[in-house]
């Protein structure tokens, strides 16, 4: 494959010298900055994600900041989820929807404060967005975006991993909440978070800071545990069921489309911009939903484009994740599926770049 051009538009990370001497394979470009993808293999990473312990560089998890007497006025607007139980030290998951109901992105929110929120974003340039509402109902609020870069920690060894350099105290952490915690005197935010199904937790500091400094002390720590580098798997999270904005959604999708409807409070959420659009959704319901799909026959390639879902010869859907699992000796796959053919059972046919292949809706995901 061609090599990327990296500059100022395409940025390294804090860690990127760590990343690349583990032996990074593949990058992907993620909010305009490099992501890895793979290390020793898709295949060889998965099993070791679901056994031990790793470092992920997921710098390029932008954070937008909004500071200001309106910051939760402008959080609220965003999301169609209700946000006014919402304490400090805690963060969640909140789609954020435009005026359609359409997704623009699928974050994971922090309150830092009751005047101070951090959107830890997926990959879209949805800074100008928020800027653009801030300014637009003229809010007194500053939204930008500081120089904080995530590192995460996942795995059935990342408890151990984190209290050898944080202390015990970090194992008390609750899924979705975070606590100031001390690394060689500076203040580090910690949340028990992350994108993958093993459980661990993400660790927010100055990314003008102390980069290599906490990655070597991770690797330190982490020799008797087998620590390594790693990344979002894509094995792992299609078992999971974790969606991929860009890849699985997009702003043609609403959240009920997406499997989110759960995380939609229309009826109490005043102040979402969708908020009018999203209450005809669930009214009406969606016509078409994201549902776990088996695919049959040997190992699929990965989907770089979607893949026809096939009925009788008409589409009624398309996959836009897929992988072959070790785990549960199948293809599996995240598809969107018209309401016709969403029920757990249903016998389809999907046009992968190597033919045809005999799948199934299945009921759930498998992890």
């Keep these: 494959m061609p090599a990327l051009s990296l500059s100022r538009r395409l940025r390294r990370t804090p860690f990127s010298e760590g990343v690349e001497a583990q032996g990074v394979t593949a990058y992907t470009v993620y909010n305009h900055m490099l992501l890895p993808t793979v290390f020793r293999s898709v295949t060889e990473d998965y099993r070791h994600l679901k056994e031990a312990v790793q470092v992920w560089d997921v710098a390029c998890e932008r954070q937008v900041?909004?500071?200001?007497?309106?910051?939760?006025?402008?959080?609220?607007?965003?999301?169609?989820?209700?946000?006014?139980?919402?304490?400090?030290?805690?963060?969640?998951?909140?789609?954020?929807?435009?005026?359609?109901?359409?997704?623009?992105?699928?974050?994971?929110a922090l309150k830092l404060a009751e005047d101070r929120w951090w959107i830890s974003i997926a990959d879209s340039d949805l800074l100008y967005w928020v800027k653009g509402i801030a300014y637009g109902y003229r809010l007194d609020v500053?939204?930008?975006?500081?120089?904080?870069?995530p590192l995460a920690i996942q795995g059935p060894k990342a408890d151990d991993l984190m209290a050898a350099v944080f202390g015990d105290s970090v194992r008390n952490l609750r899924f979705f909440r975070f606590g100031h915690f001390d690394f060689n005197g500076r203040d580090t935010i910690?949340?028990?978070?992350?994108?993958?199904?093993?459980?661990?937790?993400?660790?927010?500091?100055?990314?003008?800071?102390?980069?290599?400094?906490?990655?070597?002390?991770?690797?330190?720590?982490?020799?008797?545990?087998?620590?390594?580098?790693?990344?979002?798997?894509?094995?792992?999270?299609?078992?999971?069921?974790?969606?991929?904005?860009?890849?699985?959604m997009t702003d043609d999708h609403t959240p009920h489309e997406c499997g989110l409807g759960r995380f939609c409070d229309t009826q109490t959420a005043i102040g979402c911009i969708g908020r009018d659009a999203l209450l005809r959704v669930a009214k009406e319901g969606p016509v078409q939903q994201i549902r776990a799909i088996s695919i049959d026959g040997a190992p699929v390639q990965s989907c770089d484009r979607w893949w026809p879902i096939m009925a009788n010869g008409t589409k009624v859907g398309h996959i836009s994740s897929a992988a072959h699992s070790p785990d549960f000796d199948t293809n599996v796959a995240i598809g969107m599926v018209r309401m016709t053919h969403w029920d757990a059972g249903t016998a389809v046919t999907v046009n992968t770049p190597d033919g045809p292949r005999d799948a199934r809706v299945e009921e759930h995901f498998w992890a």
């Design 190 to 248: 910690i949340a028990r978070s992350g994108y993958s199904k093993q459980g661990g937790f993400e660790i927010y500091h100055d990314g003008t800071d102390f980069g290599m400094e906490l990655w070597n002390a991770l690797f330190e720590a982490g020799k008797s545990m087998d620590v390594r580098a790693g990344c979002p798997n894509l094995i792992e999270r299609i078992e999971g069921g974790l969606l991929s904005y860009g890849n699985d």
């Design 142 to 149: 500053l939204v930008d975006e500081p120089d904080i870069s």
């Design 65 to 108: 900041e909004l500071r200001g007497p309106d910051a939760g006025r402008l959080m609220q607007m965003l999301t169609p989820r209700d946000l006014r139980g919402v304490l400090p030290g805690q963060c969640l998951y909140v789609p954020i929807v435009d005026e359609t109901g359409g997704m623009l992105n699928d974050p994971v």
